[in-house]
């Protein structure tokens, strides 16, 4: 099954600036505004919190006064997200079940992890952390430089 490719990809891959390997015009890169910081973590946040904290103000897109409940509940996810992973490593994939249930059974803590994750993947596409949704946000642009573009360059340079 195909995948669709990201903006960056066709950028990368197309015909000529601003069109993708089919012709079709790619969104257009809007321009970001900028935000004059980060406001200050919560105190209850963990080094984990802090560090996703910084990380996701540091995008010029996000705007404190709308995103500021949204970024914490992301960054109280990670926090959630790594003490699960933790517990994980601590009691691994199987817990010792009693002798009558028939041996051990899978770690209920795998299943909440995998809940934790979905929700954090939402949440950054939300936010346009990852490429197809900064893409989409038109957020991000590739210099595209092509064999034939090169091929022309030396041959002005000649």
């Known amino acids: 099954m195909p995948r669709n490719k990201s ?12 069109l993708d390997c089919a012709g079709k015009r790619l969104p257009a890169t809007v321009v970001a505004l900028s935000v004059d910081g ?21 995008a010029p ?15 109280e996810l990670y926090e959630d ?11 691994g994939l199987m817990l010792p079940a009693s002798a009558a249930a028939g041996g051990g059974r899978s ?13 954090l993947r939402k949440l950054e596409v939300e936010f346009g952390m ?10 991000t642009e590739v210099s595209r430089q092509s064999r034939l573009d090169e091929m022309m360059r030396r041959q002005r340079e000649a």
């Open 7 to 18: 903006a960056e990809h066709k950028r990368l891959t197309g015909r000529r600036p601003g």
């Open 38 to 58: 980060a406001p200050v973590a919560p105190v209850s946040m963990s080094e984990v919190g802090r560090a996703h904290w910084e990380r996701i103000w540091s």
């Open 61 to 75: 897109w996000v705007r404190p006064n709308y995103d500021a409940a949204a970024v914490v509940r992301l960054c």
């Open 81 to 91: 997200r790594e003490a699960m992973r933790a517990s994980i490593r601590e009691w």
């Open 107 to 119: 770690n209920p803590m795998i299943d909440k992890l995998m809940k934790v994750e979905s929700e």
């Open 130 to 139: 990852t490429p197809a949704a900064r893409a989409k946000l038109g957020l």
